[in-house]
Each structure stands twice: as structure tokens, then as C-alpha cells.
């Protein structure tokens, strides 16, 4: 397990003809900024411990997600990609999942950290049926 604190920075060197160039990169654990993520009434809070991604199973065509910030982060919109378009969904209310070829959809979360940065966590929708 690494610490919420933990920073690796490496470097990536590389050479185009004989110029030499260096690169540096610096890579953060994901530390999750949610108090509560509810999907359909199933509590999905954990499975955001560690990763922004993660995979919901489900039928059904209404969905509601419910999402409480962690203090310091906002909320900034919420939406649903149908393999087509973007919908705009609201927190804590319902809203239609239309299935559109093949592709069961993702709900994207924009949020920021109060300190200029803004980040998304991505919730990818699955269905158990292939119709």
C-alpha cells in the first residue's frame, strides 16, 4: 500500500539527433474525494479507494447517483456518455440510461480541489444482458 503522501518522480531522458532532453514526471497516489458515491442505493464509496475508475453492473434503465464531497473538494457536474452524446445528470436525482449500439454507457464526475486543479473519476456502466 503506498501513503496518501507518496510521491515518485522520475525522470524520462531522451536524445532526437544529438540534442538531449529530459523530461520529468511526477505521479500521485489517487486519493478518493468523496464522503459517499450511491448508485442505485448500493453504497460504491470504497471501490473508489486507490483508483478514479471503476465498473458498475446493471440493467436497469433509471439510474440516481448520489455523491457527498469530501471537505476542500467541490462538485463541479456530473454527467452521462450513451456512446453518443453527453447528458448532463444532476446529483441525488434520477435520470433515464439509454443504451445506444451496444454500449452501456459511463457516468463521468467532475470535481475540483480548491486549489485550481480539476479532476474526473469515471464510473463505467455494464449490463448482464446483451440485448
Known sequence: HWMVSCVWICAIIYWIAIDHYVCKVTVRRFTSPFTKVTLNGKNMTSKFKGTPYISFVSDAKKMKLSIKMKKGYQLERIEYNNGVQYTEAKNGKTFRRTKKNNY??????????????YHSAIISLRTRSRK
Open 104 to 117: 452501456a454507457g459511463e457516468i463521468l464526475i467532475n470535481y475540483s480541489d480548491g486549489k485550481g486543479g
